[in-house]
């Protein structure tokens, strides 16, 4: 059974940072590395939108609009793990992020907007607020 366990929420200023982690259980290190990555956010009223993607062999990485030039993706595969380094974060970041990984065959496939609808495991998700 694979599980997805999201960490490193909290409350900060604006302009602040976080960084967030996603702990990956049920998988072996080769089949991790099968694993489309990403993080999705969803803010009260809204719909959960992608926020960034990485793929199985780590060497593509996707970013929504909103957030490049200040979020970071990565991945570690012998800790099978994920996270998100969130920088000079904005009142309109604040939402619950989710961790979600989708098996591709392809290990440069995975495709931000895909992967909503996409993905086969979720994390019950992390808050994330932010003030001005």
């Known amino acids: 059974q694979v599980q997805l366990v999201e960490s490193g929420g909290g409350s900060v200023q604006a302009g602040g940072s976080l960084r967030l982690s996603c702990a990956v259980s049920g998988v072996t290190r080769y089949t991790y590395s099968n694993y489309c990555m990403g993080w999705l956010r969803q803010a009260p009223g809204k719909e959960r939108e992608g926020v960034a993607s990485?793929?199985?062999?780590?060497?593509?990485?996707y970013l929504a609009d909103s957030v490049k030039g200040r979020f970071t993706i990565s991945r570690d595969v012998a800790k099978n793990t994920l996270s998100l380094q969130m920088n000079s974060l904005q009142p309109e970041d604040t939402a619950k992020y989710y961790c979600?990984?989708?098996?591709?065959?392809?290990?440069?496939?995975?495709?931000?907007?895909?992967?909503?609808?996409?993905?086969?495991?979720w994390g019950q998700g992390t808050q994330v607020t932010v003030s001005s």
């Open positions: 990485i793929s199985p062999g780590g060497r593509l990485a």
């Open positions: 979600a990984a989708a098996f591709r065959t392809n290990s440069d496939t995975c495709i931000l907007r895909e992967l909503p609808g996409t993905a086969d495991y």
